[in-house]
């Protein structure tokens, strides 16, 4: 069955990349939105999930409100994934006009400052489009981390999608990323890291709209080891088609403090600049899953 499973999951993805790409974008965005309100009608795990979370970030919220929320949610969500589909035949005029960010001076900065630059985003808007801004109207390669998705195949397909958009992809397992991200910083590179959920079950503890949750301590050891710089970078849209980004201030490393110490430090101040954009634009956060360590602890037997 879980084969079978993978299989029609591989599929699906197989065919959205197929067809939708090649879809007018009226259409695709119409088949889009109704898509999300379909999944939202259903009331599924992850609609759920989406609202427990959001009840969090906005938490005096009417049951009506948090039902509009995941509902913006989901179609945001899904408009993720129809540019996602349609990101490889964009050109780089495209690209370049579809994004508009605040900060971009202090990203030029740090580039040029040829230190190393990491970028840390949470799950907003549409990072894939985030990314192709970077590599074609900044014109700066850079390398990410991907979680391993099964099946293989489809894993290996959004590894070919996000390699042809200019992005070196690293597995998230395995143990090497690490290493292979330090080095790439060290000769002054550029990487992007998704860091609102821990993944390893080792991340750091923050605290995040009030409440205990675990965050990936990379791109601050990352920083540290490195001495590259650490940026802070959230997505959100609005009723233009131009999705909006903003890069925050460096992330300081604390003059004092052991190395684990300054992990903390480092990871909590990314955790509140995330919080604050997200309680700005709750329902282009895509978090349809499990985060904070309560909600974690229910599920363990």
């Keep these: 069955m879980s084969t079978l499973k993978d299989k029609i999951a591989d599929g699906l993805y197989g065919l959205g990349w197929a067809t939708v790409k090649k879809l007018p974008e009226p ?22 999930r989406l609202e427990a979370n959001l009840a969090r970030v906005v938490p005096d919220a009417t049951p009506e409100r948090l039902a509009e929320l995941s509902k913006a949610g989901m179609r945001s969500y899904m408009r993720y994934w129809m540019e996602s589909f349609r990101l490889p035949t964009w050109s780089r005029e495209r690209a370049a006009n579809s994004f508009a960010i605040k900060g971009e001076e202090v990203l030029k900065e740090a580039i040029a400052s040829d230190r190393g630059v990491i970028l840390a985003l949470p799950h907003m808007g549409n990072w894939d489009l985030a990314g192709v801004w970077v590599t074609r109207a900044l014109g700066t390669p850079f390398t990410t981390v991907a979680e391993r998705l099964k099946p293989e195949s489809l894993y290996d397909r959004f590894v070919a999608y996000r390699e042809s958009l200019g992005m070196e992809v690293l597995p998230h397992t395995g143990g090497a990323a690490f290493g292979t991200l330090a080095r790439r910083l060290r000769a002054g590179g550029l990487v992007c890291l998704v860091a609102d959920r821990d993944l390893s079950a080792s991340g750091v503890e923050v605290s995040f709209f009030g409440e205990a949750t675990r965050m990936p301590a990379g791109p601050a050891m990352l920083a540290l080891q490195t001495d590259a710089v650490l940026l802070p970078v959230t997505l959100w849209y609005d009723d233009t088609d131009v999705m909006k980004g903003r890069v925050h201030a460096p992330v300081e490393v604390p003059e004092s403090g052991t190395r684990a ?20 634009h709750p329902e282009d956060w895509h978090m349809l899953q499990r985060l904070w360590l309560a909600d974690l602890e229910e599920r363990t037997p």
């Design 27 to 48: 259409v695709a965005r119409s088949l889009g939105r109704k898509i999300a309100d379909t999944v939202w009608k259903r009331r599924g795990k992850g609609v759920l």
């Design 261 to 280: 110490e300054k992990a903390s430090l480092m990871t909590q101040a990314l955790a509140d600049e995330f919080a604050g954009a997200i309680a700005d």
